[in-house]
């Protein structure tokens, strides 16, 4: 038996945080959470696990993360400027800081293969539990075509572990589903827009796949039991991805544009990840395109996840970290907050503004377990009896800060 103590128990319920609290765990089970916890009625043979000046909650989940991604730049993205083993060695520190951080569990929404998840659950890296989409499915132009600005494609660069992800017309979709899951995709990632970040003359309104390919690539996926995760900023794009049925829109920026979105996202419980904190970066990024996307869409990115917090729809966090290094992923929580979420611990009190399911941490920020249901995941980290013991005693502050000004291109 485990015994862990909390200065701070949040159970994840919406309760109150609870003081002087002990979790007993048998079997990687919870059995017990009590307050009234005198040693002498503890197993002689428990092992203690003393977190009495620590806040004890369920792992956090990010839903929407690159792990293996270290910068923007287009030497970092093609893999050109270090040996591949040192980026997968960096790429493992990565994991093992967002574990120490409370997160125990990542989506990773491109550019991680499926070998870092054999390696943590073989134990040989340390790192939370992977939902995996390895590459992002888009047609010849969009954000998935990995061309250069001055056009050259790096097609020396094929990688079996994340197969090639641009595709076009009904056949294609379906082979590459097909293809993703094969290679260990867990959840299937596509692109309707482009996006901040994306190559001049490809921007958050401009569409990419047709409504046919993309009900054929939601359809293939499902029929497969993958849900798809779709990168979806604005413009007509935006709408033809919630029409086809995907699981989630990623970013959304542009959801207030067209009135009828968001109703329709809170009817068919399509899952809204807005990502803020990348577009934190891009609105300070050197590449003047990116800066000014980012900067014009900040509005209508604030007033679509208000809207959609009035609305019902499931709003859940995602950092799209890696691009711009890979900074604390709490940090998306305080931007949710800021954006309309109560800070308060998770439940349903609030009516207006929808509570997020996380705690005041000993900062005395608010964070966050969003997403348990919209990340792709096949089980649940909620804290409970007697779920499994998936809990988090955060002990580093930021998985790693780094500096965010890199060029932004492509
Ligand atoms: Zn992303």
């Given amino acids: 038996m485990k015994i862990v103590r909390a200065g701070s128990l949040i159970d994840g319920t919406g309760a109150p945080p609870v003081r002087d609290a002990a979790v007993l765990i048998r079997d990687g089970r919870i059995e017990a959470v009590t307050t009234a916890s005198p040693r002498a009625s503890w197993p002689a043979d428990a092992e203690v696990i ?14 929407h993360d690159h792990l293996a991604f ?7 993205r093609w893999g050109l400027d270090e040996p591949q083993s040192t980026r ?5 520190q990565v994991a093992s800081q967002i574990l120490a951080s409370g997160y125990t569990a990542v989506r990773d929404a ?10 943590i659950q073989e134990g040989l890296i340390t790192g939370p539990r992977l939902v ?10 969009g954000i998935g075509d990995r061309i250069s600005p001055s056009g050259h494609v ?30 260990g995709a867990d959840v299937i990632k596509c692109a309707t827009t482009g996006g901040a970040s994306s190559r001049a003359g490809h921007g958050p309104k401009d569409s990419a796949f047709s409504l046919d390919e993309m009900k054929a690539l939601v359809e293939e996926a499902h029929a497969l039991g993958r849900r798809v995760m779709c990168h979806a900023v604005g413009g007509p794009g935006l709408r033809l991805a919630i029409e086809a049925g995907v699981d989630s829109v990623e970013h959304g920026c542009y959801l207030d544009d067209d009135r009828e979105l968001i109703p329709m996202m809170a009817e068919r419980g399509t899952f809204f990840v807005p990502t803020l904190t990348v577009y934190e970066y891009h609105r300070e990024s ?11 869409l900040r509005s209508h990115h604030l007033e679509s996840v208000g809207r959609a917090l009035a609305a019902g729809v499931k709003v859940v966090a995602g950092t799209d970290a890696g691009g711009h290094g890979h900074p604390n992923n709490a940090l998306e929580l305080e931007h949710l907050v800021a954006a309309g979420m109560t800070p308060q611990v998770g439940g349903s009190r609030s009516r207006r503004r929808r509570p997020v399911t996380g705690h005041p941490r000993a900062s005395g920020r608010a964070t966050h377990q969003a997403g348990d249901q919209g990340w792709g995941g ?10 499994r013991a998936v809990l988090s005693l955060p002990t580093v502050r930021a998985a790693r800060d780094t500096p965010h000004r890199r060029s932004a291109q492509g």
């Fill in 110 to 119: 491109g550019g991680l293969d499926a070998g870092f998840r054999l390696a």
């Fill in 154 to 183: 790096s097609s020396f660069l094929h990688d079996p572990s994340l197969p090639p992800s641009v595709t076009n017309g009904l056949e294609g979709v379906r082979t590459t589903v097909r293809t993703m899951v094969r290679a």
């Fill in 132 to 141: 995996l989409a390895l590459a992002i499915i888009s047609p010849t132009g």
């Fill in 70 to 76: 270290h910068g923007y730049e287009l030497v970092r």
């Fill in 378 to 387: 096949r089980d649940r980290t909620r804290l409970g009896l007697p779920l």
């Fill in 50 to 63: 003393d977190g009495s000046r620590l806040t004890l909650l369920p792992g956090l989940i990010d839903c």
């Fill in 286 to 296: 050197p590449a003047p395109h990116v800066r000014e996307r980012a900067r014009a």
């Fill in 88 to 92: 997968h060695l960096r790429t493992a």
